[in-house]
């Protein structure tokens, strides 16, 4: 099976602090994708990656940066964390041909104070 | 530009009843769609796609939908669920000709009661 893990289920920070989240996938996918969560809001697309050391900018890229030096590990970055990047987060893989079939990590809910 | 438009929020049913979930979508182009699970405390898996083909499509767990390019619908259905079926469904939607993105809707949560 596919395995997506994230770093942390449960984070709290406070305002101003940089936060780095992890996601490590086992399966030499080729994609990477950070998603955010928001009830009523679905899923929003943050950033993604086709390759190392590649990113592309999603639809709300404002107020995060991502890394991405080897293939397995997508890193999002909260440059000064504030409160309405409480939320949850969601990181997600796929095949390069198959970005359709995204294999999805349990989340991580963030807390800022 | 592309949107998916989930017509529930929540949709409470018994037991061994039929459920339908309802799935919108606009686009001007040929799209992919798709539809994702999520139980409570995990992270989304896919329950079933429409590439191509015929319009009724199978997934996992019983559950189907069809494709009604139309009426830019792909509605998820169950003719009898259970307990285990409660969850949040989200339906995506991504463009034919796009190597990329998923667009998802706003997710409607299932509540199956006994």
């Known amino acids: 099976d596919v395995k997506v893990t994230q770093s942390s289920r449960y984070l709290v920070k406070r305002t101003g602090e940089k936060v780095f989240l992890e996601c490590v996938q086992d399966?030499?996918?080729?994609?990477m994708f950070w998603y955010r969560q928001d009830p009523g809001l679905g899923l929003r697309l943050i950033y993604f990656s086709y390759d190392v050391k590649m990113k592309e900018k999603g639809d709300i890229p404002e107020g995060y940066s991502v890394s991405r030096e080897k293939k397995e590990r997508f890193s999002l970055i909260l440059e000064s964390a504030s409160t309405n990047q409480t939320s949850m987060y969601l990181c997600?893989?796929?095949?390069?041909?198959?970005?359709?079939?995204?294999?999805f990590g349990p989340g991580t809910r963030l807390t800022v104070t | 530009a592309q949107s998916v438009t989930q017509l529930d929020s929540q949709v409470p049913v018994f037991e061994e009843a039929p459920v339908e979930l309802r799935c919108n979508y606009s686009s001007s182009v040929s799209v992919y769609l798709f539809w994702y699970v999520q139980y409570p405390n995990q992270g989304l898996q896919l329950l079933l796609k429409?590439?191509?083909?015929?319009?009724l499509v199978k997934g996992i767990n019983g559950f189907e939908a069809e494709f009604n390019k139309s009426q830019t619908s792909f509605h998820l259905r169950k003719p009898s669920v259970h307990i285990s079926d409660t969850a949040e469904y989200f339906c995506?939607?991504?463009?034919?000709?796009?190597?990329?993105?998923?667009?998802f809707g706003q997710g409607t949560t299932l509540q199956v009661k006994p």
């Open positions: 995506a939607v991504k463009r034919s000709s796009n190597t990329g993105k998923l667009i």
């Open positions: 997600a893989s796929s095949l390069g041909g198959r970005a359709y079939e995204q294999y």
């Open positions: 399966m030499d996918h080729e994609n």
């Open positions: 429409y590439l191509s083909g015929s319009t």
